[in-house]
């Protein structure tokens, strides 16, 4: 019986899989080779008297653009794939819906555009669904020549809120609520028990415009400390921001490591770990302060005079800037060089990044994840992830928002969740002891399911419950696993605590996006974190007194008042009804 | 004849500053081949230089097995070939009555095409035509969009000016009309700059990225830069996958799978360069001297 089972999925995925690339790249080749060959007995026939030299060169030209011609009548002859599944179906709605390309997946169950999760849709969804494929890394450009063009996709799941913010700004997305209104029933009660998935969808004329998906609140990054050294050198877990200096000085002097040479780092300073620094001291450039937002200088300066002592005393790379995508401060970090580095806890991924390598190098390697240290402004979480995050919109020019309505339904239904999380049961899992399904065989685990993450934007991970959660899927019986489990429990309490706040004044995803000449601004005025490298690496020739008022100064003629104006006055009339700081915390696990 | 003290030490010179430029070139090539062949612990751990760590083919097996590859090595081919042919074709068609000088206009529509070298219609609107003649999703996208470069139109066109006039000459007194001059005559002495234009195109159409990108919707037609390239950024954007990723997608470091691609799309043209370098480098030469 389960063989059987087994067998099925992938039966009915293969042909599919070798119907598509390969045979078609196959015809184009031959007819091509038919063509020209056609032509050039022709052209010969014809041209008789023409000299040798003559003919070739014709004969290259015609078969380049009967090449050409093949290529084009191919295409227009050709119906889109996608379309054609699950015709015939009485009213069934068609929409085209956009779906990132990451070029993962794999041969064997199609490509971007049909495989075997497509297919899933097209029969279990409600309407016939055409994906359009966005590659990941341009989609953004990509979607804007769809969208001039007038070619865009009906659904459009997109990450990047600056452009979907764009797109309402030209009103090329249409509002929703209506849509809710009349034809949801799974999203609709979605709204209904998660009011915040309405306020993060509400643009400034108070309708909803976006879909979004709902997780629980979990600790993102982790200020991991290797508890080894602690322990070697008798020292206690940093409580303070002096402590942790105290620590990370500890940590660069007095060879924790034991191999007798002083070369190992107190403290990363690079990319996640130097922004951590800024959060211990709430540096993220706005505060709340007296119901209104302002732009905040005394942070910046506590946090850039906190780097600046690190850098002066040593305790950190000393090319720690040359280090952009902190690259250098995760191989430091992994071959035990580093005490104190910041990392993240969301993502089994993280294991084998920051974890895994680093027991492999230093097997008696200790790590734990603690909260950050309190400074003169608090103290705070080192991040947490979204936990509403809004992923898709329709184009306005949808001729079947209805349909386009059901799609979005079906896919934030558990139903799809489900499916597209661990695939079918008895198939892909079976119910563990805990409840929670166990993958059966990890390779077809992963040519079948592992690589449709990009389905999964409209996916309530909050509804899962605690299978879903990342320590579910790591497994306890493997021993290094086990300790990360542990760590990422340490994490989350430590980022979810209650004497912790979280320090900025809403998600970087749910801030207004900038009109274009204030994106200006805003960009030029990113330079003033120049200046505090600058400071940070000088030493006594150049003082964080100086630097904080180049910065200011900068900032004043760059026109940073017009964004002090924009974010005051957005705060002031936004300040109940958008998705704020406060709001986010419903969605930690009680 | 002995070399002198100071043309020894300028020998002595030329080989350090060629010897450092050269390594300058292949140290980082050697360097990727080696992060490319290298156990994924080692390089995240950063231990890995010259000589690859820990052997392993996993960042090519992540690449090559149970993905498209093949499929857009053999479009990279096709989109190489055909692009090349046809640009070379409209190249000459272009460069050798531009170079006429008995061609009314040939100063005038120089100009025009030196201008497009300045200013272009930008992404959106050259979007626009290309939908409105049909082409998105055919490589006609890549192709016609890019057909003939202005620069290397130049060149050629130059280069046809400096064949001595009196071979024209004298054709013309032997009955030679102007299409079997020009092939009989004009190609066979522009093999150099045939082949060094052949390979300008070859290497940009096998590396055009964009526009296949922008142009091309149908995955099965993508090219082998762009499918590295999807490989590769899904590698390094995982931020966003926050919580939803399963389990073991990722296993490999992004700096792996960089490198292997980068070695996959670079080994073609490696491959056909020496084949094709005694002309470039004798094109560019006569070019240049003689323009």
């Known amino acids: 019986m389960n063989v059987k089972e087994e067998g099925r999925p992938s039966k009915e995925v293969k042909p599919a899989a070798s119907g598509i690339s390969t045979v078609r790249v196959d015809k184009d080749y031959s007819l091509w080779k038919e063509k020209s060959l056609d032509e050039f007995r022709r052209v010969v026939s014809m041209r008789k008297r023409v000299n040798k030299q003559m003919v070739y060169g014709s004969m290259v030209c015609i078969a380049a653009l009967s090449a050409l011609l093949a290529a084009c009548t191919k295409e227009s002859a050709d119906p889109a794939p996608g379309a054609s599944s699950g015709e015939g179906g009485a009213k069934r709605g068609q929409i085209s819906v956009s779906l990132y390309d990451r070029g993962t997946v794999p041969q064997q169950v199609g490509t971007v555009e049909k495989n075997n999760w497509t297919q899933y849709v097209n029969e279990k969804g409600p309407v016939d669904v055409k994906f359009v494929p966005i590659p990941r890394g341009e989609s953004v450009q990509k979607l804007n020549v769809l969208f001039a063009s007038g070619s865009a996709p009906d659904v459009i799941h997109e990450f990047d809120s600056p452009f979907r913010n764009q797109l309402y700004a030209s009103k090329q997305i249409m509002p929703v609520d209506d849509l809710i209104e009349k034809y949801s029933t799974v999203y609709k009660k979605l709204l209904q028990k998660y009011p915040e998935l309405k306020k993060a969808a509400t643009k400034p004329d108070g309708k909803m415009y976006e879909f979004g998906r709902v997780q629980r609140l979990v600790g993102f990054q982790a200020l991991f400390i290797r508890n080894d050294w602690l322990k070697k050198l008798n020292l206690k877990v940093p409580q303070t921001t002096e402590e942790l200096l105290q620590v990370a000085k500890a940590f660069a002097e007095q060879d924790p490591d034991g191999n007798g040479k002083k070369d190992t780092y107190g403290i990363a300073l690079s990319s996640e770990t130097g922004a951590t620094v800024d959060t211990m001291f709430q540096n993220f450039g706005w505060i709340e302060e007296g119901g209104k937002m302002i732009k905040d200088w005394d942070r910046a300066q506590a946090a850039l005079a906190f780097k600046k002592q690190i850098y002066d005393s040593g305790l950190t790379d000393k090319d720690f800037l040359a280090d952009k995508n902190g690259q250098k401060s995760i191989q430091d970090w992994v071959s035990g060089k580093t005490g104190i580095f910041v990392g993240r806890t969301v993502d089994t991924v993280n294991f084998k990044t920051y974890y895994e390598p680093l027991k492999k190098n230093v097997p008696g390697a200790e790590v734990i994840a603690i909260k950050l240290p309190e400074s003169p402004y608090g103290r705070f979480a080192a991040g947490v992830n979204n936990p509403v995050q809004m992923t898709t919109v329709i184009n306005a020019s949808a001729k079947d928002p209805a349909a386009a309505m059901k799609y979005v339904d079906f896919m934030s239904s558990d139903e799809a969740a489900k499916s597209f999380r661990y695939g079918f049961e008895n198939v892909h899992y079976t119910v563990g002891p805990q409840g929670c399904p166990v993958q059966k065989d990890p390779e077809k685990y992963k040519t079948e399911i592992a690589w449709n993450v990009d389905f999964q934007l409209l996916l309530q991970q909050i509804e899962m419950g605690d299978c879903a959660q990342v320590e579910a899927q790591l497994n306890p019986d493997v021993p290094l696993e086990k300790d990360f489990i542990e760590i990422i429990k340490q994490n989350n309490e430590a980022n979810l605590a209650s004497d912790v706040k979280y320090g900025r004044i809403t998600h970087a995803e749910h801030f207004p996006s900038l009109p274009a000449n204030l994106q200006t601004i805003a960009t030029n005025t990113a330079q003033i974190s120049d200046i505090y490298n600058k400071a940070i690496v000088s030493g006594d020739k150049y003082t964080v007194d100086q630097a904080m008022k180049d910065a200011r100064k900068m900032w004043d003629d760059q026109g940073g008042k017009q964004l002090e104006d924009f974010y005051g006055k957005w705060y002031a009339e936004q300040k109940d009804k958008a998705f704020l700081a406060a709001d986010m915390m419903k969605f930690a696990k009680k | ?291």
């Not at chain 2, 008995?102 to 959106?124: P, S």
């Not at chain 2, 009196?166 to 045939?194: F, H, K, N």
């Not at chain 2, 990108?213 to 390094?236: E, F, G």
Request: with cysteine.
């Open chain 2, 1 to 291: 004849m002995k070399d002198t003290w100071g043309e020894k030490l300028f020998y002595a010179f030329n080989y350090v500053l060629l010897t450092a430029a050269a390594l300058s070139c292949l140290l980082p090539l050697i360097y990727l081949i080696s992060i490319s062949l290298s156990d994924s612990q080692a390089v995240a751990s950063g231990i890995v230089s010259l000589w690859p760590v820990g052997w392993s083919l996993d960042s090519y097996k992540a690449l090559f097995v149970g993905t498209n590859i093949k499929e857009a090595f053999w479009n990279s081919i096709v989109l190489t070939g055909v692009g090349t042919a046809l640009s070379m074709l409209f190249t000459i068609a272009a460069a050798y009555p531009l170079s006429r000088n008995y061609f009314i206009g040939a100063r005038f529509f120089t100009l025009l095409i030196v201008f497009t070298m300045m200013f272009g219609g930008g992404l959106i609107p050259t979007y626009l035509v290309v939908k409105a003649l049909g082409l998105i999703n055919t490589y006609g996208a890549v192709w016609f969009t890019g057909l003939v470069s202005a620069y290397n139109m130049l060149v050629m066109m130059t280069f046809f000016k400096h064949i001595p006039a009196e071979l024209d000459e004298a054709a013309q007194m032997d009955g030679c009309g102007e299409w079997r001059y020009l092939a009989t005559i004009v190609l066979p002495l522009s093999v150099p700059v045939i082949a060094a234009l052949s390979l300008f195109y070859g290497v940009g159409y096998w590396n055009s990225f964009f526009n296949v990108l922008i142009y091309i919707n149908d995955t099965s037609k993508y090219n082998m830069a762009v499918l590295i390239q999807q490989m590769v950024q899904s590698q390094s954007l995982l931020a966003e996958l926050n919580q939803s990723s399963s389990s073991d997608q990722i296993v490999l470091t992004p700096e792996a799978i960089k490198a292997s691609g980068i070695i996959t799309m670079v080994l073609p043209m490696l491959v056909v360069y020496p084949f094709v370098q005694k002309h470039f480098v004798k094109g560019i030469m006569l070019g240049a001297i003689k323009g």
